[in-house]
């Protein structure tokens, strides 16, 4: 077992050296840009009883952190509060949210690879603290790279799956669901978002909200709506996030306009968390007026 009063910061830092320095980070194009810029990490417990409430507000399918962790390493001997559940974001770079903010219909090149390549860093990097707290004497997995993942698609819950990358993120206090559906977090919406399961004690981030839209500036003061008129296709409006209409724009449309324009099998959106008040930050009152 690692040897250090502080297992917080010992995982926080790991997270950040491997965006940080590690050359895996990169979007793969000419120029070797970064895919991320540094993170931010936070952590919840496994037994905090959010975990429940996602049965309801996800669906049932969606695992507590306990039955990913008995599914994966069979019934031994781990109880709820044993475990904890890391979760981090990775911010988009300023070039990336650049090119897509002045995108109206299509993903800017920059953007889709970081859908692509770079959620290939953010798997990477799941397996890279699975791997150092395995080394370390903890046992770890990475539910959105359990075999047993899978998405889950019904009337009342639409799209969704068994593990939700952006929900664990809420829990560790780190962002809060907006009106198009993407996690406001301190650096923003324009981020992609992993996390890792695992049996260590560390305590858990204070969630500093009490709703899940807190940061939504048209949920909490009725003004904002800014990402709206964003989405090329009306997939958003007053009532939310129609993921219908959404996902068939991201597939086929923008699929078949990154393999014709930028030569890799693709895709990706995002125009609604760029040009945006939330898409680097918080938003504030003073950010819409
Ligand atoms: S752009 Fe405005 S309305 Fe849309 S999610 Fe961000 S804060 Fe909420
Ligand atoms: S990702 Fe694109 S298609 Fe989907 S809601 Fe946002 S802007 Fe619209």
């Known amino acids: 077992m690692k040897k250090t009063a502080n297992l917080a910061s010992w995982v926080e830092q790991v997270i950040k050296d491997f965006i940080e320095k590690s050359p895996e980070n990169t979007l ?3 120029a070797n840009d970064r895919a991320f810029e540094a993170p931010l990490v936070g952590f919840s417990s496994g ?6 409430t996602y049965k309801e507000v996800v669906g049932p399918f969606h695992w507590t952190p306990l039955q990913i962790f008995r599914q994966t390493f069979g019934e031994m001997n781990a109880a709820p509060e044993e475990l904890t559940v890391i979760s981090w974001i990775l911010p988009q770079t300023g070039a990336t949210k650049a090119d897509n903010r002045k995108q109206t219909t ?7 690879r970081a859908r692509i390549f770079g959620e290939e860093v953010n798997e990477k990097l799941r397996k890279h603290i699975v791997a150092i707290l395995q080394k370390n004497g903890y046992l770890a997995l ?3 790279l359990s075999e047993q993942w899978a998405r889950k698609e019904s009337e009342k819950y639409v799209f969704a799956s068994t593990w939700s990358e952006r929900h664990a993120a809420y829990a560790a206090g780190l962002g809060t669901f907006g009106l198009c559906d993407g996690l406001i977090t301190p650096k923003g919406k324009a981020m992609r978002t992993g996390s890792v399961v695992a049996r260590i004690k560390i305590t858990p981030t204070p969630r500093p909200y009490a709703d899940h839209h807190a940061y939504c500036l048209f949920y909490t003061q009725g003004i904002c709506g800014k990402c709206i008129p964003r989405c090329p296709v009306e997939a958003l409006s007053e009532a939310g996030h129609d993921k219908i209409k959404c996902r068939s724009h991201i597939r086929p449309v923008t699929a078949d306009y990154v393999k014709a324009h930028y030569g890799f099998d693709g895709y990706g959106c995002g125009l609604c968390q760029t040009k945006v008040p939330c898409e680097s930050k918080i938003p504030t009152r003073q950010d819409v007026e």
């Open 28 to 30: 793969q194009n000419k």
């Open 106 to 112: 299509y993903p800017a090149e920059r953007w889709a």
């Open 47 to 52: 037994a905090d009883p959010i975990y429940e």
């Open 142 to 144: 990475a539910p959105a």
